[in-house]
T-cell receptor, first 112, second 113 residues
Framework: SQKIEQNSEALNIQEGKTATLTCNYT??????LQWYRQDPGRGPVFLLL?????KEKRKERLKVTFDTTLKQSLFHITASQPADSATYLC???????????FGKGTRLSVIA | DSGVTQTPKHLITATGQRVTLRCSPR?????VYWYQQSLDQGLQFLIQ???????AKGNILERFSAQQFPDLHSELNLSSLELGDSALYFC????????????FGSGTRLTVV
């Protein structure tokens, strides 16, 4: 069956460290992959989009990698802060210009 | 404020009833998406409209329907409500379908009692 898996439901890290979140997928060949941040009771907020022909994308303290051979994306937050605590969702278009399919998310807690 | 407006923010209704959720997309966005989010299922795609036309359907129940109006606002109608329909319903918009980030509204929390 087709699915998207995010490595863990919850991840706790110390302030200042790098958080690494994983998104794995099977049976898809997405043209692009997106990452979103969601705070409790709020709508997801778009962070980054990476295309299948891009290996890496950066935005301030965020970095995303996309390995279409491994069918995996890694999302890194460097110099993490307590304000980075949230749930992070990865999302794929599964067949080109189709609505995004979302993973269940990883809840990140950055501890001061 | 994301630019996507959803009303109402909260809705409590009884089983068997019908409700309408409303969404105004961000200015300039032609594509509207509806998602349902429950604790155990995550974000589930329901339906997409593009410039007034239905573009894609996901796991939308037959009791649910939607439409997009000429001014591009959209409504999601949920009928014969069941306890299991209790969830957060999000509307999102994008300029066009494709490689663009979605802008989500703040959601409507539906509680069926």
């Amino acid at each position: 069956s087709q699915k998207i898996e995010q490595n863990s439901e919850a991840l706790n890290i110390q302030e200042g460290k790098t958080a690494t979140l994983t998104c794995n997928y099977t049976n898809y060949s997405p043209a692009y992959l997106q990452w979103y941040r969601q705070d409790p009771g709020r709508g997801p907020v778009f962070l980054l989009l990476i295309r299948e022909n891009e290996k890496e994308k950066r935005k301030e303290r965020l970095k995303v990698t996309f390995d279409t051979t491994l069918k995996q994306s890694l999302f890194h937050i460097t110099a993490s802060q307590p304000a980075d605590s949230a749930t992070y969702l990865c999302a794929l278009d599964i067949a080109g210009n189709t609505p995004l399919v979302f993973g269940k998310g990883t809840r990140l807690s950055v501890i001061a | 404020d994301s630019g996507v407006t959803q009303t109402p923010k909260h809705l409590i209704t009884a089983t068997g009833q019908r409700v309408t959720l409303r969404c105004s997309p961000r200015s300039g966005d032609l594509s509207v998406y509806w998602y349902q989010q429950s604790l155990d299922q995550g974000l589930q795609f329901l339906i997409q409209y593009y410039n007034g036309e239905e573009r894609a359907k996901g796991n939308i129940l037959e009791r649910f329907s939607a439409q997009q109006f000429p001014d591009l606002h959209s409504e999601l109608n949920l009928s014969s409500l069941e306890l299991g329909d209790s969830a957060l319903y999000f509307c999102a918009s994008s300029v066009v379908p494709g490689a663009n980030g979605y802008t989500f509204g703040s959601g409507t929390r539906l509680t069926v009692v």
